[in-house]
C-alpha cells in the first residue's frame, strides 16, 4: 500500500489515494471490508477522473493479468489487468482481433468494459460489451459471474457502469477471426462538414471500420473539412504476402511535460493544416498494418504530456442521427469561440446496447482534445453541453472531466435504475470515484 | 470534486462575511460550486452572504459563528465548518481580517495585541487544522488573502501589514510543505479593496472594488499560480516599491 497522486490522462485535477495491487479475489474482498472508499485503476486511459478517488482506496488491477487460450470459436478469458496490447501480441499471432478497440491498445480489460469502449466498427458490431460473454465481479456483497443472460440487471448496469458496481476481475470475450494483419483503407478528403457527413451516412454501411477526422479551426467555406477514413479486414488473397504480426512497441517517447501554451491556436491550426494536406484526396484499398489505422497515437509514448502541466481535457459527446445539424453546430461553435482544438474525431454509431451507463446511441459522435488554458472554454463547453442536451444528446464519462452533476443525470435517463442495482450489491456505497462524486453517480 | 478547470463544488470560508470573499463566492457558484458554508462573527452578515450566495446558484449553505480574537476556537471552527460541508471540501477561502486604527492601536498592547491575533495567529491555527483535514483527504485548495502591505511594512499601518507580512510569509513554506499530498494553497496578495473595512481611508492608486478583485482570485485559482496579485500590476509596482531606498519609500508611502 502506497499513496500516490492520480490523475487521468488529461493530467487534470489530480489526487492523492492509498494505492493497493490485489492478486486475488480476496485482496478485493478485504478492501470492501476495511475501506470506505474503493475504485479500480487501469491503465489511467480514462481522461478524467475515472479512476482515482481522493482520500480512499485505488486498485491497481494489472496484476489480474492471466489470458487463457482462445477457443475455435474465438472464445478467450481475460484477466482485468490485461491491455488489449497485451491480448493482441498473443491472439493476432494466432489469427484472431479484438471484436472492439478504443483509439489506443493500452487500456485494460476491465476499464474497457467499465467504460463500455466503442471503436471504428460500433455502426457494425457496435460497443464492447456486445462481444462480452461473461464477467467476473467482486462487490462488497460478494463475487458473482454475471452475462446477459445471468443477472443481466448487474451485467447492463456494469458495462458502462465506470467500476461503480464492482471490480471486474476478468471478461470472457469472443474474438474476431481474421486472416492478416492487414487491414484495407480507403481514404477520401473532404472540403467541408456536410459534405463528410452525408458520405458517412450514405456509405458507412459497406465497411467494417469508419472515421473521420474533422478540423474544427477552419472557418467559412471550409468549416469542418475533413479526412474520412473507411476499412475492411485485408483478406489473405488480398496481400502479397499474408502476416500476422504482433503491434510493436512505441518508438517514440514524450519525455517531460511541454510548457503549458505550447499547443496554441496557432500551432494548432499549422498541425491541423499538416495533417490534411498530407493526407492523400482519394485512394482506396490501401493495404495498412492494424497498427497505424487503428493505434496511430501509440506510436508516441506518454503523447499527453505535450499539453503542458495544465493538461487537456476531452469532450466526447453523441446525439442521435437525426440531430446531424448538432454536430454542425457544434463545430461552428468551437471555430467560432477560437478556442485550439486538435483534430476532432467524427464517427457514426449503430444501435445502443441496454447498458444503463453505456454511451453509445445510434446516430453521431463527435471527440474534441482541448488544452486546458483560455479562461473561455469552461464557458464553451457548458454551452456545448446545453446544445447536445437539447438534442437529447448526452457526454462520454470515461472522457469528462468538467460536467455537472444536473447535466449527467439529464443526459442519462436510466440513471436511477444504475443506482438501483448498485444499491443492491453495494449498500454502502463504496464503490466510489472523484467522478462519481463530481457527477453524484454513487448514489450518496 | 475541483474539476478540470478548478471549479469547485464544496467551499468553506473562513472569514465568510468579508466583502472579497462574497464577491469570490458569488462568482464560484455561478459555476459548479453548490455547497458554501460560511464562518465568520456577525450573525446577520453571514446570513446575508448565505442568501447572497444562494441566489447566485448555491444550492445548499450554512454558518458557523467564532470569534478570531481568541485561537482556542481554531480547530472548533474549521471541524464544524468541514462537518457541515457533508463531503470533500474542494476549497478553503481564509478571508479572516481586522484592520485596526494603527494611530489607536499602536500604544496599546492589547489593541495590538489584537490585530496580531485576528489576522495571524488565529488564521495560523485555523491552517494547522484545514492543513491535517484536506492531507487525510487527499485533495483540495486553500486560498489565503493577504496584502501587499505586507511586502514592504509602513509606518502608517504595521500592525496590520506587519501581521499580514507574517501570514504571507508564513504561507509560502505551509504550501512548500503540501507537495505531493493533494493539496495547494495560494496566497491572494491583495491591494486596497473597496470593502467596508477599508470605509473611510484613503485610496491610493490601484484601488479596486471587490468584484474585480473576486474576477483576478477565480483566474488565479484556475492558473494555479502560488502567488495571485491584485490588481495584477502590483507585481510589479512593489517589485520596484521593496528595494527603494528606506527614504524614498517613506516619502512616497507617507504622503
Known sequence: MSRETLYGWGRTAPSVAEVVTPHNEEDIMAQFNSSPGVIARGLGRSYGDAAQLSGGVVLDNRELGSIGEIDALGVVTVGAGVSIDELLATSIPRGWFVPVTPG???????GAVAADVHGKNHHVDGSLATHVLALRL?????????????????????????GLTGVVTSVTLRMLAIETDQ????????????????????????????????????????MGRAILTRADHARARDVAAVSLRAPRSPTLVVPFSAPSGLLNSLSVRAFNELWFRSAPRHEEREPTSLTSFFHPLDGVRDWNRLYGRRGFVQYQFCVPESAGDTVVEAVTRLSNSGVPSFLAVLKRFGPSNPGHLSFPMPGWTLALDLPVGPTKLPGVLDDLDELVLGAAGRVYFAKDARLSPQKARAMYP???????????????????????RRLQLDGK | MDNAFSQPQTVVVLGGSSDIARAIIEQLCANRTETVVLAGRNAGLLDEAAAAARAAGATRTDTVLFDAEDPSNARRTVTESFEKAHDNVDLVIVAVGLLGSQSEDEDSAEAAARVMTVNLTWPVAALAEVRRRMVAQGSGRILVITSVSGVRVRRTMYLYGGAKAGLDRLCDGLADSLEGTGVSLQVLRAGVVRTKMTLGHPEPPFTTDAAAVAIIALRGLASGERVIWSPPALRYVFGVLRHLPKALFRKITER
Open chain 1, 104 to 110: 489506443t491498445r493500452q487500456v485494460s480489460l476491465g
Open chain 1, 138 to 162: 467482486v462487490t462488497p456483497s460478494g463475487a458473482f459471474t454475471v452475462s446477459p443472460t445471468s443477472d443481466p440487471d448487474l451485467f447492463w448496469a456494469t458495462v458502462g457502469g465506470m
Open chain 1, 183 to 222: 487491414v484495407l483503407v480507403d481514404t477520401q478528403r473532404f472540403a467541408n462538414l456536410d459534405g463528410v457527413m452525408a458520405a458517412m451516412a450514405g456509405g458507412d454501411d459497406a465497411f467494417r471500420y469508419s472515421v473521420a477526422w474533422v478540423d474544427c479551426m477552419t472557418r467559412g467555406t471550409h
Open chain 1, 414 to 436: 436510466r440513471l436511477d435504475a444504475f443506482l438501483a442495482v448498485k444499491r443492491r450489491v453495494d449498500p454502502k456505497s463504496q464503490l466510489t470515484s472523484d467522478l462519481a
